[in-house]
């Protein structure tokens, strides 16, 4: 595979789960590239996930992605030769519960404000804008159907619907100015530095306290899950290979049932089935996410290489030995966090 050479690559929202692991990911195996990362420190942002690595190669700018003048500040003073775009208000729960409006602004129009800003730079060779299969809505529980880049977006959340507003705004800014964009559509993402709000750590942590899980309906819908190693991975290869105006899905074919999880989650903690109750249904709550990724195996040489089955474990233990910051995110959460799958 080609690498970065010594490129500046702008990273924004690398103070989150997936940024962050990103960034570890492009140092550690790009020895020469250098990373400056633009992320606004929201609840859900840490530097703390950025700890350790080296400022002589990381560049560290709190900023909004909805601001133009700081956007064109770090372009004009860095000159990347690659941009990519993790910042978002992610959290479902709250777009249903707070509004959409937090959503709208980073998700859609701050990524319209980094497009028009990248459109003045001279050497840019790809922006890649990282997205969800979540924008493609709902698949019935029945059906062996998966979502390809072909299928209608048909988002059902405000946050997939705010989501699905920054990919077609994306896609505009290649067919319009010809900006190299490519939008990958990922799966449900685990592994360490996911926000404690988020299924998996918060149930760590829930469990770890002694109580148990509680499900949204009959905990019966079914999530296709990929380690956030696997997800980078195929990130990386977008930036290099993908091909301007594509859009490419990543998932890892590895679909399991909320209850399934759960059952795997009581059970790494010595507890029964008993410690699972269900709760009445999250308004919308789509019930099953599968995603076809042959293509970006096909086109970009990518393909997954954890496996849910071995890789759960592993994660489970990042977050038991990371309760001090488990604790600390979920503080600067604030009142609202998921209570319920
Ligand atoms: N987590 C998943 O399972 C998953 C799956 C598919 C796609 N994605 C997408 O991947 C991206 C990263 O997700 P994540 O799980 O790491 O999210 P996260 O919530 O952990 O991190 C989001 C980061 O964006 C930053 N941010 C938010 N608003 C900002 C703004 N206005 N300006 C600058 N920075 C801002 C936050 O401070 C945080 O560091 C998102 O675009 C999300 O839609 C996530």
Redesign the pocket.
């Known amino acids: 595979m080609q690498g970065f050479g010594d490129a500046t690559i702008v990273v ?8 962050s692991n990103f960034i570890r990911k492009v140092l550690a195996e790009h020895p020469n590239a250098r990373v400056v990362c ?5 609840y ?2 840490s530097r703390e996930n950025l700890a350790g690595l080296s400022p002589k190669r990381l560049t560290f700018i709190k ?4 601001d133009r003048a700081v956007v064109s500040r770090v372009f004009k003073k860095h000159r990347p030769s690659y941009v990519i ?7 479902v729960d709250r777009s249903i519960h707070e509004g959409a409006e937090a959503f709208v ?3 859609a129009l ?1 990524t319209s404000i980094l497009l028009g800003e990248a459109r003045k730079l001279s050497g840019l060779k790809k922006f890649v804008q ?4 979540e924008v493609y809505g709902a698949l019935p529980l029945d059906s062996k159907k998966k979502f390809t880049e072909n299928s209608p977006l048909a988002p059902t959340s405000p946050y997939a619907a705010s ?1 699905a507003a920054g990919d077609l705004i994306a896609r505009s800014f290649f067919a319009t100015y010809r900006l190299p964009v490519v939008i990958t ?5 685990y592994g360490p530095y ?2 404690p709000e ?1 299924l998996i750590p918060y149930s760590v942590m829930r469990l770890g306290q002694g109580k148990g899980v509680t499900l949204y309906g009959d905990g019966l819908n079914v999530r296709d899950w990929i380690h956030v190693d696997d997800h980078n991975d195929a990130l990386v290869l977008a930036l290099l290979s993908g091909k301007p105006g594509e859009i490419y899905n990543i998932g890892a074919n590895d679909e399991v049932s909320n209850l399934d999880l759960a059952k795997r989650l009581v059970k790494s903690f010595a507890r029964g089935d008993e410690a699972i109750s269900f709760a009445k249904d999250r308004p919308g709550h789509d019930r099953r996410y599968a995603i076809d990724s042959s293509k970006a195996r096909r086109e970009l040489g990518w393909k997954p290489r954890h496996t849910f089955k071995r890789s759960f474990a592993p994660t489970i233990a990042w977050f038991q030995g990371h309760e001090g910051w488990m604790k600390r995110m979920q503080k600067r959460a604030g009142a609202i966090n998921t209570h319920i799958v």
């Open positions: 924004f929202g690398g103070a989150g789960f997936i940024g633009l992320d606004a420190l929201t859900a942002g900023g909004d992605i909805a775009n993790f910042a978002a208000e992610t959290h602004r980073t998700n701050g990282v997205s969800t299969d989501k559509r990922c799966s449900n993402n996911q926000h988020k």
